[in-house]
Nanobody, 125 residues
Framework: QALLVESGGGLVQAGDSLTLSCVASGRAFSGYTMGWFRQGPGKEREFVAAISWSGGSTHYADSARGRFTISRDNAKNTVYLQMNSLKPEDTAVYYC??????????????????WGQGTQVTVSS
C-alpha cells in the first residue's frame, strides 16, 4: 500500500521561496500521477499542481502557474513542489497525493488514491 510523507513546510515571509518534498513508498510509485493540493483555513481543498509519471507533463492551478514548479525524481521516490514569490494567500496545509489511474492530469482531489498527512506552510506579511 502506498504511503506518502510530506516535509519542508514552515513559516516564511512574503516573497520568500520554499520547497516541499514528498517521499513515497510502494513499487508502483513511478507509474502514478502525482499531485499537490492545499487547504487553507476555512477553505476547501484545492488543486495546486500535478505531474505525470515520467515527469514529461505538468499542470498548474492558475494561482500557482509561474510561481510554483512541480518535479519528481522516481529513482528517489520523491515529488517536489518549488514555491517562489510566496504570498500570504498561499498559507495552507499542503498535501501530496498519488493518482493510480494515470492518463490526463486530474485536478479533482477525490479522484486521487493516496494521500500524505500534510505539511503546514505559513506566509507572513
Amino acid at each position: 500500500q502506498a504511503l506518502l510523507v510530506e516535509s519542508g513546510g514552515g513559516l516564511v515571509q512574503a516573497g520568500d521561496s520554499l520547497t516541499l518534498s514528498c517521499v513515497a513508498s510502494g513499487r508502483a510509485f513511478s507509474g502514478y500521477t502525482m499531485g499537490w493540493f492545499r487547504q487553507g483555513p476555512g477553505k476547501e481543498r484545492e488543486f495546486v499542481a500535478a505531474i505525470s509519471w515520467s515527469g514529461g507533463s505538468t499542470h498548474y492551478a492558475d494561482s500557482a502557474r509561474g510561481r510554483f514548479t512541480i518535479s519528481r525524481d522516481n529513482a528517489k521516490n520523491t515529488v517536489y513542489l518549488q514555491m517562489n514569490s510566496l504570498k500570504p494567500e498561499d498559507t495552507a496545509v499542503y498535501y501530496c497525493a498519488a493518482d493510480a489511474t494515470g492518463g490526463a492530469l486530474r485536478v479533482t482531489w477525490r479522484l486521487y488514491d493516496y494521500w500524505g498527512q500534510g505539511t503546514q506552510v505559513t506566509v507572513s506579511s
